[in-house]
T-cell receptor, first 115, second 112 residues
Framework: DVKVTQSSRYLVKRTGEKVFLECVQDMDHENMFWYRQDPGLGLRLIYFSYDVKMKEKGDIPEGYSVSREKKERFSLILESASTNQTSMYLC??????????????FGSGTRLTVV | AQSVTQLGSHVSVSEGALVLLRCNYSSSVPPYLFWYVQYPNQGLQLLLKYTTGATLVKGINGFEAEFKKSETSFHLTKPSAHMSDAAEYFCAVSSRTYKYIFGTGTRLKVLA
């Protein structure tokens, strides 16, 4: 089975800190995604990447950046953490190329609290 | 543009009763449709998907869903609820691209 691993399950950071969330997948998937999940709002796409060094903004990219230097790793960066970025962050990967259809594989999530 | 609506943010059923979770979608092209389940403090797990072919799709844990184009629906059902089915369920749509749109989720509670 494809495995998507997020480096931390729980993180507590201070306001203004630079925060790195790491995600690694082990099945050579082209596409990788970062979502945040908030009660009542479902999953909202922050950024995605369809190839190494390629990225596109999702629906809520403000305050975030990403890095994909290697195919298996997709990092989410909070440049200056704020309390409104307290959330569950989910990484996903997908081998479907540009046409979708296989279904994402998700990591276990990182619950980030910014104090 | 594509969108997903899940009717009912919370659904309660008795153990052994029918589970019905509703999902309606909009898509400008024939869609790909998915149901995911999320247990507490975990990521999302794919339950089932519809891409092409048979409109009744069977998934894991006894769940199934039927794609009804005329109703733009993809409701999730299970004949008999089990306590272990208590979780949050998400419907998602893709207009045949790698970008999915997720619904806001339905939390299923199973009563003993």
């Amino acid at each position: 089975d494809v495995k998507v691993t997020q480096s931390s399950r729980y993180l507590v950071k201070r306001t203004g800190e630079k925060v790195f969330l790491e995600c690694v997948q082990d099945m050579d998937h082209e596409n990788m995604f970062w979502y945040r999940q908030d009660p009542g709002l479902g999953l909202r796409l922050i950024y995605f990447s369809y190839d190494v060094k390629m990225k596109e903004k999702g629906d809520i990219p403000e305050g975030y950046s990403v890095s994909r230097e290697k195919k298996e790793r997709f990092s989410l960066i909070l440049e200056s953490a704020s309390t409104n970025q307290t959330s569950m962050y989910l990484c996903a990967s997908d081998a479907s190329g540009s046409r979708g259809g296989n279904g994402y594989t998700f990591g276990s999530g990182t619950r980030l609290t910014v104090v | 543009a594509q969108s997903v609506t899940q009717l009912g943010s919370h659904v309660s059923v008795s153990e052994g009763a029918l589970v019905l979770l509703r999902c309606n979608y909009s898509s400008s092209v024939p869609p790909y449709l998915f149901w995911y389940v999320q247990y507490p403090n975990q990521g999302l797990q794919l339950l089932l998907k519809y891409t092409t072919g048979a409109t009744l799709v069977k998934g894991i844990n006894g769940f199934e869903a039927e794609f009804k184009k005329s109703e733009t629906s993809f409701h999730l059902t299970k004949p008999s609820a089990h306590m272990s089915d208590a979780a949050e369920y998400f419907c998602a749509v893709s207009s045949r691209t790698y970008k999915y749109i997720f619904g806001t989720g339905t939390r299923l509670k199973v009563l003993a």
